[in-house]
């Protein structure tokens, strides 16, 4: 899990997991591992609603009991803040989710200790013909 949210490879560690924001990379460029058969789904955004709300109700609450600012004012500091932190916390939490189904092999992981020969997987994409564009 912990190589999921430092962006990693769940099997080698040193490949990246995503190929953009929160698009899971189908095969590792390291080790081979294939990826694209996770299933995080919602759990995602769920989990990361939670720890964003578990971290900044707190925060509102203190700041209002302390400090009693305007309506305005909590609207200009926790928006913000909140949008950021979901954004930033996101990509860890998708990673870290698909670093746990890899480490239970769930949803087709559990096929992952057959470590694919990637002259093999060349050669068999060579051998697809590509589908005509309509």
Do not use: N
């Amino acid at each position: 899990m912990v190589r999921g949210a430092i962006h990693r490879c769940p099997s080698c560690g040193r490949g990246s997991i995503f190929r953009r924001y929160l698009k899971i990379v189908d095969t590792c460029h390291t080790c081979g591992e294939e990826l694209h058969h996770h299933r995080a789904d919602d759990a995602p955004p769920y989990f990361t609603i939670f720890i964003v709300g578990h971290i900044i109700i707190p925060l509102v609450l203190v700041v209002e009991k302390t400090w009693k600012p305007e309506i305005s004012t909590h609207m200009l500091l926790w928006l913000p803040l909140a949008i950021l932190m979901t954004l930033f916390l996101l990509p860890a939490v998708k990673g870290s989710i698909v670093g746990l189904q890899w480490a239970l092999r769930m949803h087709g992981f559990e096929l992952s200790d057959r470590r694919p020969d990637p002259q093999q997987h060349d050669q068999q994409h060579r051998d697809i013909p590509e589908s005509p564009v309509a």
